[in-house]
């Protein structure tokens, strides 16, 4: 038998880009999808804000 794989931690929460309107919905989604206690959606908009597109962004994140 293999042995089980090894899994990284989650990568941080991507922060949402100053005075960009979709990133600021989209944080205050995923606030108010923490304080329901739903993660599946608080994953969602983590994926969202990330793949939103922007130029390079501080410590070379992109998003």
Do not use: K, W
Request: some cysteine.
């Amino acid at each position: 038998m293999s042995p089980a794989p090894v899994l990284g931690l989650f990568p941080a929460e991507p922060d949402p880009v100053a005075g960009c309107p979709t990133c600021r919905d989209l944080a205050r989604q995923r606030e108010a999808a923490r304080a329901a206690g739903d993660g599946s959606r608080v994953s969602d908009c983590n994926v969202l804000i990330r793949a939103h597109p922007h130029g390079p962004r501080p410590g070379g994140r992109r998003g």
